[in-house]
């Protein structure tokens, strides 16, 4: 399978997110802002199960401090 990565979101790191987690209502350690404009909030669990998603659509990532996102390598490569 080929990968194409147009564009590499950019993650910034924020104090506290009060948000909730969009698939279980879990408090949120990310939130993916997408082109279109919406945003979805995302617990640790979730947020690295679709890392690899988030990387390839969001255009911008929000993350808590010493979250380790798998999101961050999976953009590296
Ligand atoms: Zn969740």
Redesign the pocket.
């Known amino acids: 399978m080929t990968r194409m990565l147009i564009s590499k979101p950019a993650v910034r790191v924020a104090d506290v997110l009060d948000e909730r987690?969009d698939?279980?209502g879990?408090r949120a350690r990310l939130i993916a802002y997408f082109p279109s404009g919406r945003s979805l909030a995302?617990?640790g669990?979730?947020a690295n199960r679709h890392a690899a998603h988030l990387t390839e659509t969001a255009g911008a990532v929000v993350v808590e401090p010493h979250f380790a996102w798998r999101g961050v390598e999976e953009a590296a490569t």
Do not use: L
Request: aromatic share 12%; glycine share 0%; with cysteine.
């Open positions: 987690c698939r279980c879990a995302f617990c669990h979730h």
